[in-house]
């Protein structure tokens, strides 16, 4: 019974090492363009570029000479910059390296360089950013000026004596912190790089008057506006970011005068030029839905406040500050 038993051992033993030279040839070969995480596990390497070389060393040669900007890397759909970004790529978090034709780039990857180049690695990690999927955004919000218009024209005013004598005081300082809608959206050029537009409009950009004086035989002067502001900026940055670019203010400006201020309405309109400047941050970073907060400064280096132009010219220029909160979608 033991002979019997030892002799199945054998028998089986044979059989799996028959066997051994048909499983290992049922293994798949490595595939020229791509570098798995099975493989990077298995080449000791100090970085990407020294694990390309081992393993891949012709994704690293061009027409016969070492590539440099022939070739670009992509980390999670992001461009790195050339072959030698490689060189410092630690591979702790590096799931697979894959070569890819430019055409397969322009075509799939959100943001893409508009220079010439050969070939492209890609570079996909454990920590993938959703972020990089999406091109643009549209954001829609509200927030209150807390250095407005109404500032100021009533800065300005009070440069010229209105606040303390003649030819007229202060009834209302206006509403100096009015509520304003924001809309904007941005646009993926390159990677950390948009371009952004947006228009600010506020109901009530100002709204006061002034008293004349008894002896000017004169009674009130009621003023409202409406501001209408529009922005096309450069913005750099991830998860917060800056931009700067020229802005566009229209006023509609309405005003009454009399003492019973039961005439008609009279209004006019202005434009001027201006510099947009902001800080925004995106939570939470990678989501379709995201909340955008936003610290927005206006700088205008004139403007004239058109209701005071029949009696004294008063300017509209300066900064303005407007923090903002919105709800915005990536597509």
Partial sequence: ????????????????????????????????????????????????HEL??????????????????????????????NVRSLRGLSLDRVGALQLHSPNYVRETFARFPHREFRMAIAVSTFTQAEEARYRGSVSMGAGLSIRSLAHQVKASADDLGFSHHPPANWA????????????????GLRPRLWLAGEVQHTPRAWYGGYRHPPDMGSGLLSVSAASTEMALQLSTGGMVRATAGPALRMVQWDWRSGECQCEEPRSNSNTALGLAVAVEATVPRSSRFFLDIGFRGRYFPSQEAGPYREFESIGARGLTFTPTLGLGVRF
């Fill in 52 to 81: 390309v070389q081992r393993l891949r060393a012709d994704w690293l040669i061009v027409d016969g000479q070492p590539a440099v900007d022939e070739v670009l890397v992509f980390v999670d759909g992001r461009l790195l910059g």
């Fill in 172 to 187: 209302d300082r206006g509403r100096e912190m009015p509520v304003t809608v924001h809309l904007g959206a941005r646009y």
């Fill in 1 to 48: 019974m033991k002979r019997i038993t030892f002799a199945a051992l054998l028998f089986a033993a044979a059989a799996l090492s028959a066997c051994g030279p048909v499983a290992a040839g049922l293994r798949p070969a490595p595939r020229a363009d791509l570098i798995s995480r099975a493989e990077i596990e298995a080449t000791p390497a100090a970085d990407a």
